[in-house]
């Protein structure tokens, strides 16, 4: 931004400008310790933008950065006229002061230019709210993207080329080799789920849908439990069916390994239960899970909400319950359900990239999938409007007893991955302890047990979830 004649001056300060492009004409060695911490656009003085941008192309192409060689890259832009000529760089050179203190001198640049950023910013805040004409939530959220992008411009680069990122995925592949049964990706808990999707990835969408009662907000949960509690993750859960009560009487009867239904009702029976309980409160307690519980919200409310806790809290996953229930933002009367759901699912999935964290947006099935028995297949979304093109991962629970008319009935519960964007698709066996409300993987369950139960029992407990 530059002053208009009568306008205050804005932030800036040209002596640190000065300084650090002096001493990385002298120690050019130092623009890796700066290189982002300032970028061209952090310079106030619109030569010393020509000057750092000079330097930059010299150091992509690994060519040495002096006095000598910035005057002739900027003599071959035809900028060195503009900048005031080879002797004010010489200029530069000779009142640079102490090297060791070129990053103290980028901090300074950038910070002032952060604050030119907010003062237009909040010029732009006030041209809206001057403006009017949209709802207010609407602006609202302009509002505040203005604000969050100006606290998230700091290395940030529009264009990568294709050379930074493939070293870049070296160093990360080396890494992962390096780390027996690493993950790229947030874990879930499951180790086979884990291994087929190398955990959930930033910047993803993952839908997770099943028929009714097959237990979708309890596997979301586990996963949004286990990579709080276990591996400290910082998770967000939007729940806009339960209250957030009815979700933590979850978390606690799956982290506690207690009967929900003793925990909801009070009926502890032992003084075992009430310690596993008590553990259960401390680790969740101590655990960054986050929750909004308010009905119908809007991706709007949703984003400012998320876009908080990623500022604040240091965000690593949302879950959303569910999708359906989100309002649409601009609901028209020709709007259809379709039309809207997908308006919220592309939403859905501007914010894991924005944020770049995982989303895992849980979904329900079409009505057409009542009209058969079997496995949900990806066209069982079809009819929700554009979820199976918006997500990375398409992941559905199925019980195959539950299908049957004879009755019989177990709960081994298969999670399949039906798309995959970027890897393999395959399914997963998994345990539905329906009583406590969580899943186990087959070997930790107490599988004997739990299917020669009395079905009656479990049939009660499963339709709540």
Same mark, same amino acid.
């Given at each position: 931004m530059?002053?208009s004649?009568?306008?205050?001056?804005?932030?800036?300060?040209?002596?640190?400008?000065?300084?650090l492009?002096?001493?990385?004409?002298?120690? %050019?060695?130092?623009?890796?310790?700066?290189?982002?911490?300032?970028?061209?656009?952090?310079?106030? %003085?619109?030569?010393?933008q020509?000057?750092?941008?000079?330097?930059?192309?010299?150091?992509?192409?690994?060519?040495?950065?002096?006095?000598? &060689?910035? &005057?002739?890259?900027?003599?071959a832009?035809k900028r060195?006229?503009?900048?005031?000529?080879?002797?004010?760089l010489?200029?530069l050179?000779?009142?640079?002061?102490?090297?060791?203190?070129?990053?103290?001198?980028?901090?300074?640049?950038?910070?002032?230019?952060?604050?030119?950023?907010?003062?237009?910013?909040?010029?732009?805040?006030?041209? !809206?709210?001057?403006?009017?004409?949209? $709802?207010?939530?609407?602006?609202?959220?302009?509002?505040?993207?203005?604000?969050?992008?100006?606290?998230?411009?700091?290395?940030?680069?529009?264009?990568l080329?294709?050379?930074?990122?493939?070293f $870049?995925?070296?160093?990360?592949?080396?890494?992962?080799?390096?780390?027996?049964?690493?993950?790229?990706?947030?874990?879930?808990?499951?180790?086979?789920?884990?291994?087929?999707?190398?955990?959930l990835?930033?910047?993803?969408?993952?839908?997770?849908a099943?028929?009714?009662?097959?237990g979708?907000?309890a596997?979301?949960?586990?996963?949004?439990?286990?990579?709080?509690?276990?591996? +400290?993750v910082?998770?967000?859960?939007?729940s806009?069916?339960?209250?957030?009560q009815?979700?933590?009487?979850?978390?606690?009867?799956?982290?506690?390994?207690?009967?929900?239904?003793?925990?909801?009702?009070?009926?502890?029976?032992?003084?075992?239960?009430?310690?596993?309980?008590?553990?259960?409160?401390?680790?969740?307690s %101590?655990?960054?899970?986050?929750?909004?519980?308010?009905?119908?919200t809007?991706?709007?409310?949703?984003r400012?909400?998320?876009?908080?806790l990623?500022?604040?809290? +240091?965000?690593?996953?949302?879950?959303?319950?569910?999708?359906?229930?989100?309002?649409?933002?601009? &609901?028209?009367?020709?709007?259809?359900?379709?039309?809207?759901?997908?308006?919220?699912?592309?939403?859905?999935?501007?914010?894991?990239?924005? !944020?770049?964290?995982?989303?895992?947006?849980?979904?329900?099935?079409?009505?057409?999938?009542?009209?058969?028995?079997?496995?949900?297949?990806?066209?069982?979304?079809?009819?929700?409007?554009?979820?199976?093109?918006?997500?990375?991962?398409?992941?559905?629970?199925?019980?195959?007893?539950?299908?049957?008319?004879?009755?019989e009935?177990?709960?081994?519960?298969?999670?399949?991955?039906?798309?995959?964007?970027? +890897?393999?698709? +395959?399914?997963?066996?998994?345990?539905?302890?329906?009583?406590?409300?969580?899943?186990?993987?087959?070997?930790?369950? $107490?599988?004997?047990?739990?299917?020669?139960?009395?079905? %009656?029992?479990?049939?009660?407990?499963?339709?709540?979830?």
């Amino acid at each position: 931004m530059r002053e208009s004649p009568g306008a205050p001056v804005p932030p800036h300060d040209l002596d640190a400008e000065r300084a650090l492009l002096g001493s990385l004409m002298l120690r %050019a060695e130092a623009l890796h310790d700066v290189i982002d911490a300032v970028t061209v656009r952090d310079f106030y %003085a619109e030569k010393h933008q020509h000057i750092f941008e000079a330097m930059l192309s010299l150091f992509h192409k690994s060519e040495p950065v002096d006095l000598l &060689t910035t &005057t002739a890259a900027l003599r071959a832009t035809k900028r060195l006229e503009k900048i005031g000529g080879a002797s004010y760089l010489s200029s530069l050179v000779n009142a640079a002061p102490a090297a060791a203190n070129i990053v103290h001198y980028a901090q300074i640049v950038h910070s002032t230019a952060v604050l030119r950023r907010l003062i237009a910013a909040g010029e732009e805040v006030a041209q !809206l709210g001057l403006e009017g004409g949209s $709802d207010l939530e609407t602006i609202l959220d302009r509002a505040e993207k203005a604000i969050y992008e100006v606290s998230n411009t700091s290395g940030m680069r529009k264009f990568l080329s294709i050379k930074e990122l493939a070293f $870049d995925a070296i160093e990360r592949i080396e890494k992962l080799h390096k780390r027996e049964g690493g993950l790229r990706g947030i874990p879930t808990g499951f180790p086979e789920l884990d291994a087929l999707l190398s955990g959930l990835q930033p910047s993803d969408l993952v839908i997770l849908a099943a028929r009714p009662s097959m237990g979708k907000t309890a596997f979301a949960l586990d996963i949004a439990r286990n990579a709080a509690v276990r591996y +400290g993750v910082p998770v967000g859960i939007f729940s806009l069916e339960m209250s957030a009560q009815q979700l933590v009487d979850r978390l606690l009867a799956a982290e506690a390994k207690v009967d929900a239904w003793k925990l909801r009702t009070g009926k502890l029976t032992s003084d075992a239960e009430f310690q596993q309980m008590q553990e259960a409160l401390d680790r969740l307690s %101590a655990a960054p899970i986050f929750i909004d519980d308010q009905p119908a919200t809007t991706i709007i409310s949703m984003r400012s909400v998320a876009r908080r806790l990623k500022r604040e809290k +240091g965000l690593g996953l949302i879950v959303v319950d569910y999708l359906q229930l989100m309002s649409p933002t601009a &609901t028209r009367a020709s709007d259809s359900l379709v039309q809207q759901v997908t308006e919220i699912s592309r939403s859905l999935k501007a914010l894991a990239r924005e !944020l770049d964290v995982p989303v895992l947006a849980l979904s329900q099935l079409s009505r057409a999938i009542e009209q058969r028995r079997g496995r949900p297949r990806l066209s069982d979304l079809r009819d929700s409007g554009s979820i199976e093109q918006d997500a990375d991962v398409v992941m559905f629970i199925h019980n195959e007893s539950k299908m049957r008319e004879d009755g019989e009935r177990n709960n081994l519960t298969e999670i399949l991955v039906e798309k995959h964007r970027n +890897g393999p698709i +395959g399914s997963v066996t998994l345990f539905f302890d329906d009583r406590r409300a969580t899943f186990l993987p087959v070997e930790k369950s $107490d599988f004997g047990a739990f299917a020669a139960a009395p079905m %009656a029992q479990a049939e009660d407990f499963s339709e709540e979830f």
